[in-house]
C-alpha cells in the first residue's frame, strides 16, 4: 500500500479531478467513502444535483472564514492530497476497507487526529478500484495549521500496519530517502509520447551514470552531450551556482522546457551533496597513461575488495555508506567500461543500486576516496584485460551482497532489496561473462604431472580447504591459471596460501573459482621487473582522450533511445 503526499493550492482544481472522467476514462463511479462529516459533505459522484462549485465552496469555505477573521490571506498550499493505492496483485477492498484507510491516514499523518472536533476537513475520494485520493484543507477550526512534519513518513509507517492488519502486500518501509516517484501525468505523457519511462527517471538515471566524474564542470558537459539542457541557479548575491535543474530533450510543456531540479530527482544529486564528493573544477590532470594497461582494473578491483571489508568489519556507520555510496559511481563506469553481452546485467545492477547507495545514515565521503578515484579512472580504461574484468564483477557481486546484508542489519529495508537486485543482476552478468572462461581455461589445462604438482601445493598451503577446492567443478580452469601465473614469476605454493589469506573460503560455494579470481588479478612479475628496467615501453605524458562511451565522450542520445 503506497502513500504519496503533496501539496497544492486550488482546491476546486483537485476536486474536479477526482470526479471528473480522468486524464485517460480512466475513473469510473467517482464517490466518496469516508469524510470529516459523512453527513455534511455532498458527494456530486452520487448526487447528480451536487455540483463542483457546490462541493468545492462547502470544503474551502473554513479556510476562508478563519483567515478572513485573522486579517490574514489564505494560506499558500493549503491543500493537502494523499492518493493511497494498494500493491499489484492485492485483493480488492470494499468502501468501508477505504474509509478505515482513509481515516487511520489522516489520525496518523495529523490532518484529523483522532477524537480531534477541531481538526482539518477532509475528504477521501474513490474512483476505481485499487486507489483512493484523500484531501484536505490545512487550517483547523480554531485557526492553527495541523501539525504535518514528516507527514509522507508516518502515512508510511501506519499503511505498513494496515497492510499487516488486512493480509495485504507487505511493501519495504521508507527513511525519506528515496527519490520522488513520477506522477500519473508524467507516466501518461511518456505513454503517449511511446516512450519506455517517464522523463523524471530517466534524467535521474542519466545524471546518476553521468556523476562518476572528474568534477561538477565535467558532470554538466556529460549531460549536455547527451542533449540535456542545463539550468544553473546563480545566487545572486556571491554570483556562484547553487543549485541547477534538467530538462530532458523533447520533454515540454506549452513549448516550453520541463525543468526538474537535481534535488527533486534524488536527494544525492542535489548540487550541494555533488559538491561534497566532487569538486567544482577539474585541478587534477587526468591519470597518465601507464604501460601496463591494466593497472586501472588492478586498482579498482583492489579498492572493491578493500571495500567490501570495511563494510562488513569496520563498525564506522558513515565510513561504509560513503564506500557505498563510491560503489556506485564504479558500478556505472564498471559498466561502461565492460565489453561483452553481460553489460546489460551491470547496467541493470548499477541502476538497481542508486536506491542503495544512500540512506539516512550521512556519508563520510573522504573516507572512501580511494574507490572513487579508483571508479573515476575506470571511466578512461581503454584496454580489455579479459580475465581481469571478470575478477572485477565477481568482487562487485560480494560487495553487493554485503551491502545488502549492511542495509538489513540496521533496518534500511528498501535499500537491502535494491542492494539484493543488485546482487542478482551481477551474479547473472558474471555467470554470462565467466563461463566461456573458465571452459576455455579447462581445455587449456596443463600435463596430469604439472596438475598432480599444484594438487600437492595446494593441499600444503591449504589444508583444510583442499578437498573442498578439488571437489570443485572449476579446479581444472584454476590449474591453468595456476601454470599462468608461474609463467607470470610467482610460486604456486606461496600464491594460494597468500590469495587465501586475502578472503576466507569457509562461506565460499565455489571455493576454485574464488581462489582462480583472485590468482587473476596479481600482477605479472616479469613484466613488472621489466618495466622498471624501463625494457617494457615508456610513460607516455600526453593525457589519454577519452573513449568514445566514456563519460566525457558519450554520444548524444535522443529520448526516442531510451532503454
Given at each position: 500500500?503506497?502513500?504519496?503526499?503533496?501539496?497544492?493550492?486550488?482546491?476546486?482544481?483537485?476536486?474536479?479531478?477526482?470526479?471528473?472522467?480522468?486524464?485517460?476514462?480512466?475513473?469510473?463511479?467517482?464517490?466518496?467513502?469516508?469524510?470529516?462529516?459523512?453527513?455534511?459533505?455532498?458527494?456530486?459522484?452520487?448526487?447528480?444535483?451536487?455540483?463542483?462549485?457546490?462541493?468545492?465552496?462547502?470544503?474551502?469555505?473554513?479556510?476562508?472564514?478563519?483567515?478572513?477573521?485573522?486579517?490574514?490571506?489564505?494560506?499558500?498550499?493549503?491543500?493537502?492530497?494523499?492518493?493511497?493505492?494498494?500493491?499489484?496483485?492485492?485483493?480488492?477492498l470494499t468502501d468501508a476497507e477505504w474509509?478505515?484507510?482513509?481515516?487511520?491516514?489522516?489520525?496518523?499523518?495529523?490532518?484529523?487526529?483522532?477524537?480531534?472536533?477541531?481538526?482539518?476537513?477532509?475528504?477521501?475520494?474513490?474512483?476505481?478500484?485499487?486507489?483512493?485520493?484523500?484531501?484536505?484543507?490545512?487550517?483547523?477550526?480554531?485557526?492553527?495549521?495541523?501539525?504535518?512534519?514528516?507527514?509522507?513518513?508516518?502515512?508510511?509507517?501506519?499503511?505498513?500496519?494496515?497492510?499487516?492488519?488486512?493480509?495485504?502486500?507487505?511493501?519495504?518501509?521508507?527513511?525519506?530517502?528515496?527519490?520522488?516517484?513520477?506522477?500519473?501525468?508524467?507516466?501518461?505523457?511518456?505513454?503517449?509520447?511511446?516512450?519506455?519511462?517517464?522523463?523524471?527517471?530517466?534524467?535521474?538515471?542519466?545524471?546518476?551514470?553521468?556523476?562518476?566524474?572528474?568534477?561538477?564542470?565535467?558532470?554538466?558537459?556529460?549531460?549536455?552531450?547527451?542533449?540535456?539542457?542545463?539550468?544553473?541557479?546563480?545566487?545572486?548575491?556571491?554570483?556562484?551556482?547553487?543549485?541547477?535543474?534538467?530538462?530532458?530533450?523533447?520533454?515540454?510543456?506549452?513549448?516550453?522546457?520541463?525543468?526538474?531540479?537535481?534535488?527533486?530527482?534524488?536527494?544525492?544529486?542535489?548540487?550541494?551533496?555533488?559538491?561534497?564528493?566532487?569538486?567544482?573544477?577539474?585541478?587534477?590532470?587526468?591519470?597518465?597513461?601507464?604501460?601496463?594497461?591494466?593497472?586501472?582494473?588492478?586498482?579498482?578491483?583492489?579498492?572493491?575488495?578493500?571495500?567490501?571489508?570495511?563494510?562488513?568489519?569496520?563498525?564506522?556507520?558513515?565510513?561504509?555508506?560513503?564506500?557505498?555510496?563510491?560503489?556506485?559511481?564504479?558500478?556505472?563506469?564498471?559498466?561502461?567500461?565492460?565489453?561483452?553481452?553481460?553489460?546489460?546485467?551491470?547496467?541493470?545492477?548499477?541502476?538497481?543500486?542508486?536506491?542503495?547507495?544512500?540512506?539516512?545514515?550521512?556519508?563520510?565521503?573522504?573516507?572512501?576516496?580511494?574507490?572513487?578515484?579508483?571508479?573515476?579512472?575506470?571511466?578512461?580504461?581503454?584496454?580489455?584485460?579479459?580475465?581481469?574484468?571478470?575478477?572485477?564483477?565477481?568482487?562487485?557481486?560480494?560487495?553487493?551482497?554485503?551491502?545488502?546484508?549492511?542495509?538489513?542489519?540496521?533496518?534500511?529495508?528498501?535499500?537491502?532489496?535494491?542492494?539484493?537486485?543488485?546482487?542478482?543482476?551481477?551474479?547473472?552478468?558474471?555467470?554470462?561473462?565467466?563461463?566461456?572462461?573458465?571452459?576455455?581455461?579447462?581445455?587449456?589445462?596443463?600435463?596430469?604431472?604439472?596438475?598432480?604438482?599444484?594438487?600437492?601445493?595446494?593441499?600444503?598451503?591449504?589444508?583444510?580447504?583442499?578437498?573442498?577446492?578439488?571437489?570443485?567443478?572449476?579446479?581444472?580452469?584454476?590449474?591453468?591459471?595456476?601454470?599462468?601465473?608461474?609463467?607470470?614469476?610467482?610460486?604456486?605454493?606461496?600464491?594460494?596460501?597468500?590469495?587465501?589469506?586475502?578472503?576466507?573460503?569457509?562461506?565460499?560455494?565455489r571455493p576454485a573459482e574464488v581462489i582462480?579470481?583472485?590468482?587473476?588479478?596479481?600482477?605479472?612479475?616479469?613484466?613488472?621487473?621489466?618495466?622498471?628496467?624501463?625494457?617494457?615501453?615508456?610513460?607516455?605524458?600526453?593525457?589519454?582522450?577519452?573513449?568514445?562511451?566514456?563519460?566525457?565522450?558519450?554520444?548524444?542520445?535522443?529520448?526516442?533511445?531510451?532503454?
Open positions: 500500500m503506497v502513500p504519496d503526499v503533496s501539496t497544492g493550492s486550488s482546491t476546486l482544481g483537485l476536486i474536479n479531478y477526482l470526479f471528473g472522467k480522468g486524464r485517460r476514462d480512466e475513473h469510473t463511479d467517482p464517490h466518496i467513502v469516508a469524510a470529516w462529516d459523512m453527513a455534511g459533505a455532498p458527494d456530486p459522484g452520487r448526487d447528480p444535483e451536487a455540483t463542483y462549485t457546490r462541493l468545492a465552496r462547502r470544503l474551502d469555505h473554513h479556510v476562508d472564514l478563519r483567515t478572513r477573521e485573522l486579517g490574514g490571506k489564505k494560506p499558500p498550499q493549503h491543500v493537502w492530497h494523499c492518493p493511497v493505492r494498494t500493491a499489484p496483485g492485492d485483493r480488492y474509509a478505515e484507510v482513509a481515516r487511520r491516514v489522516v489520525a496518523a499523518t495529523g490532518i484529523a487526529p483522532e477524537g480531534d472536533e477541531k481538526a482539518c476537513r477532509w475528504i477521501a475520494v474513490r474512483h476505481a478500484d485499487d486507489h483512493i485520493h484523500i484531501m484536505a484543507t490545512t487550517v483547523r477550526a480554531d485557526g492553527r495549521r495541523p501539525r504535518t512534519n514528516r507527514d509522507g513518513w508516518r502515512a508510511q509507517r501506519e499503511c505498513r500496519k494496515i497492510e499487516a492488519e488486512f493480509g495485504l502486500r507487505r511493501l519495504k518501509s521508507g527513511d525519506l530517502t528515496a527519490p520522488r516517484t513520477p506522477t500519473g501525468a508524467e507516466r501518461a505523457k511518456a505513454e503517449r509520447q511511446g516512450l519506455e519511462e517517464p522523463a523524471r527517471e530517466w534524467l535521474r538515471e542519466q545524471a546518476y551514470a553521468a556523476a562518476a566524474v572528474r568534477s561538477i564542470d565535467e558532470y554538466f558537459t556529460v549531460l549536455r552531450s547527451l542533449g540535456i539542457q542545463v539550468r544553473p541557479r546563480i545566487g545572486p548575491e556571491t554570483g556562484e551556482v547553487t543549485g541547477y535543474s534538467l530538462a530532458a530533450p523533447g520533454d515540454t510543456t506549452s513549448g516550453k522546457p520541463v525543468w526538474y531540479g537535481g534535488s527533486k530527482l534524488a536527494p544525492d544529486l542535489s548540487y550541494d551533496r555533488l559538491c561534497e564528493r566532487l569538486p567544482t573544477q577539474d585541478l587534477a590532470d587526468r591519470p597518465q597513461q601507464v604501460a601496463d594497461p591494466t593497472e586501472t582494473w588492478h586498482r579498482a578491483e583492489t579498492a572493491i575488495r578493500h571495500a567490501r571489508h570495511v563494510v562488513l568489519d569496520s563498525g564506522d556507520d558513515a565510513v561504509a555508506q560513503g564506500h557505498l555510496d563510491a560503489f556506485g559511481d564504479t558500478l556505472h563506469n564498471l559498466a561502461l567500461a565492460t565489453h561483452g553481452a553481460h553489460r546489460a546485467e551491470l547496467q541493470a545492477a548499477a541502476r538497481a543500486f542508486n536506491r542503495a547507495r544512500r540512506s539516512a545514515i550521512r556519508a563520510d565521503h573522504q573516507a572512501a576516496t580511494v574507490l572513487r578515484e579508483a571508479a573515476k579512472e575506470l571511466a578512461y580504461a581503454t584496454h580489455d584485460p579479459g580475465g581481469l574484468a571478470i575478477a572485477l564483477v565477481f568482487a562487485a557481486l560480494h560487495l553487493a551482497r554485503a551491502a545488502a546484508k549492511w542495509h538489513e542489519q540496521r533496518g534500511h529495508e528498501q535499500q537491502a532489496a535494491a542492494a539484493d537486485e543488485a546482487f542478482r543482476h551481477l551474479q547473472a552478468g558474471y555467470q554470462q561473462a565467466a563461463q566461456p572462461v573458465l571452459a576455455d581455461l579447462a581445455r587449456r589445462a596443463p600435463r596430469a604431472a604439472t596438475i598432480s604438482r599444484f594438487e600437492q601445493d595446494l593441499r600444503a598451503a591449504l589444508p583444510d580447504h583442499a578437498d573442498r577446492v578439488l571437489a570443485d567443478p572449476a579446479w581444472p580452469a584454476l590449474t591453468t591459471t595456476l601454470a599462468r601465473a608461474e609463467t607470470a614469476g610467482h610460486n604456486p605454493r606461496h600464491l594460494l596460501a597468500e590469495v587465501a589469506a586475502q578472503r576466507e573460503l569457509d562461506t565460499a560455494d582462480n579470481w583472485r590468482i587473476t588479478v596479481q600482477p605479472n612479475r616479469r613484466r613488472q621487473a621489466a618495466l622498471r628496467r624501463g625494457k617494457a615501453g615508456t610513460v607516455a605524458s600526453a593525457t589519454p582522450s577519452p573513449r568514445a562511451d566514456s563519460p566525457a565522450g558519450r554520444p548524444r542520445e535522443g529520448r526516442g533511445q531510451r532503454r
